[in-house]
């Protein structure tokens, strides 16, 4: 699957976000080592502390199916260009990133920029 293609993913499912309080759709779309794909939007509560990352949700649905390496993550916001993760998913993400490193796949305003997780986030916890 393409760069491209991770993103076009993204952005259809952030049209499924559920924000009735921030009104910030974002969309996600994971490839895993095994070259399978999954996708995740952001949902709120009305208790904030609630509401997980569209980020979150991917990692999540692809670990319900088994899979806990991840080579690639497209993220997307229709509210603003360059959606980078947020702390807490970066953390998430750092747990689960190949050997090589996991791309980091954002939209900015001249065509997709690509970044390294290990770039933006140098020093997860790791216990």
């Known amino acids: 699957m393409t760069n ?6 993204a952005k ?8 009735q309080y921030s009104n910030f759709p974002v969309g996600a779309c994971i490839l895993t080592e095994n ?3 999954y996708a995740g939007c952001n949902f709120e509560n009305s208790s904030y502390g609630l509401t997980i990352c569209a980020e979150r ?4 649905s692809a670990i319900a199916d ?3 390496v991840f080579k690639a993550i497209a993220i997307f ?13 970066r953390q998430v993400l750092s747990e689960f990133q190949a050997q090589e490193g996991l791309d980091i796949i954002l939209e ?4 997709l920029n690509i970044f390294k997780l290990n770039d933006i986030f140098p020093e997860g916890f790791k216990l």
Not at 12 to 19: F, T
């Open 4 to 9: 491209e293609e991770l993103m076009e993913k």
């Open 12 to 19: 259809e499912v952030s049209k499924n976000a559920y924000v």
């Open 35 to 37: 070259g399978k794909v």
């Open 57 to 60: 949700n991917a990692v999540g």
């Open 66 to 68: 088994g899979e806990k």
């Open 77 to 89: 916001s229709p509210k603003m260009h360059n959606c980078f993760p947020c702390g807490a998913c």
């Open 108 to 111: 900015g305003e001249n065509g």
